[in-house]
């Protein structure tokens, strides 16, 4: 039985934590000021102002101003008006008010226009090709559980595929016989045209899809998505694309690119809450595709892509929050977000072959955006990033021996790179590495 004085203490603690927790994150939220100005970014070429407007929009985000974030590629960080979102969300659905009494706040049991709406107007696609799910990892799955394939059945796909890409080919390939292929792509990629080349000699009279990741999460390479969908297209190919990564970073339109399914995760570029992802499939696909994940409306041709969100209870404050992220991305504007992404990882990686290391970023600038990555032997990639983590609160990812992949979100100012590649440079004087 539960005591008095033991009741109390509980109590007590549970109290002070929850102000704790009103007192720490909302207070910051309230302290952040408002959205600059996006005028200061149409008033000419004009650097101190562009300069003025990233470093006010890099106080929208929680991560403190002694960090430096180079680390986009595996999760971005949401900025205020995605936070004040969710919140809004949890306060609106959570009191249970809902005008039907039939209505709860349960996401996987309906159409939700509301967030799909623009969404599809931000992917270039319409609402019913559009499916709301939690993240790129479960639409791959989606796709390469729900297409009909048979032994010996051949996949195509690269060798730089996300785990959550690749997987779920395996299991198919374990399961029922179907054959993956890969391709092997050049570090880095010279060109549109090697890509394709490599992609077209790989195919085989069993080949039924090519699957790719439109940024590959091994280098950055941004793939000509349009061109291998083209020729995936023209050989009577299902196309179906990884792009976990370009959702934020780059305008994107799935109609443009000709694929028949795409997949994304826009926790990292567009800095949308974890757990909020999209499967689009083209409508002339979508009833060649079955669920993965089973509950009422399964079956309903009518509800086309819509079937394939019908996922069970869920997370409804995330969809807020995800509609604020895409409100954001599109008043900022993506031409200027892309520029910016681009001209930031312009100088990190010029400036890092300055210091000898080898690039694995394409030369061909329609082939980079955001994530430069280059191999910088001998330097032992794991305990550098440690370092510069745990000493100097830099944060990088990379991946063993020697690779580093710097990401480069549009709120970093170029005096972080600069302390980014003073302290590359201490370690390696520290550490007696030429």
């Known amino acids: ?34 959205l600059p100005d996006h005028s200061l970014l149409d008033q000419g070429k004009n650097d101190k102002n562009e300069d003025a407007y ?29 936070l004040r979102a969710v919140f809004d969300g949890y306060t609106t659905t959570e009191r249970m008010d809902q005008q039907d009494p039939e209505d709860y ?15 599809a107007a931000f992917v270039g696609c319409h609402r019913d090709e559009i499916a709301l799910l939690r993240n790129a990892t ?31 080919w395996n299991l198919k390939a374990k399961r029922y016989g179907v054959v993956v292929k890969r391709v092997t792509l050049p570090r880095p990629v010279k060109d549109a045209a090697q890509v394709l080349n490599l992609f077209n000699d790989a195919i085989t009279p069993r ?49 443009d690119l000709g694929c028949d399914m795409y997949s994304s995760s826009p926790h990292k570029w567009l800095q949308a809450p974890k757990g909020s992802g999209f499967l689009y499939v083209r409508d002339e696909v979508i009833d060649r595709m079955w669920n993965t994940i089973v509950t009422e409306g399964w079956d309903d041709s009518k509800i086309r892509a819509e079937r394939f969100q019908r996922i069970g209870s869920s997370n409804v404050p995330a969809l807020w929050g995800l509609r604020a992220s895409i409100k954001l991305a599109n008043d900022i504007g993506l031409d200027r977000i892309e520029s910016r992404h681009r001209k930031l990882a312009d100088y990190i990686l010029d400036e890092m072959k300055k210091r000898g290391a080898e690039s694995w970023t394409s030369p061909d600038p329609a082939l980079r955006c955001a994530i430069v990555t280059v191999n910088v032997p001998p330097v032992p990639r794991m305990d550098l990033e440690n370092w510069l983590w745990k000493t100097h609160k830099i944060r990088i990812r990379g991946g063993d021996p020697h690779k580093l992949r710097l990401s480069t979100p549009y709120y970093l100012q170029k005096k972080d790179i600069d302390r980014f590649l003073e302290k590359f440079d201490e370690y390696k004087k520290t550490n007696r590495i030429t």
């Open 1 to 34: 039985m539960l005591d008095r004085r033991h009741f109390l203490t509980t109590a007590t603690a549970g109290l002070v934590a929850s102000l704790a927790f009103r007192g720490n994150l909302f207070a910051q939220l309230e302290k952040i000021p408002p």
């Open 207 to 255: 080949t039924r899809v090519i699957f790719f990741s439109h940024i590959t999460t091994f280098s950055g390479v941004v793939l000509p998505a349009k061109e291998i969908c083209g020729l995936a297209r023209s050989k009577g190919i299902l196309s179906a694309v990884d792009g976990a990564h370009v959702a934020g970073m780059m305008r994107l339109n799935v109609h």
């Open 138 to 168: 479960e639409a791959n799955s989606y796709i390469a559980n729900g297409l009909d394939m048979k032994a010996g059945d051949e996949v195509l796909m690269t060798d730089q595929e996300h785990p959550g890409g690749e997987h779920p």
């Open 54 to 82: 990233w470093a006010e929009l890099r106080k929208q985000f929680l991560i403190p101003a002694d960090e430096i974030y180079l680390n986009n590629g595996t999760v971005g960080s949401s900025p205020a008006p995605v």
């Open 105 to 119: 706040p349960i996401w996987g049991y309906g159409a939700w226009n509301e967030f799909r709406d623009p969404l």
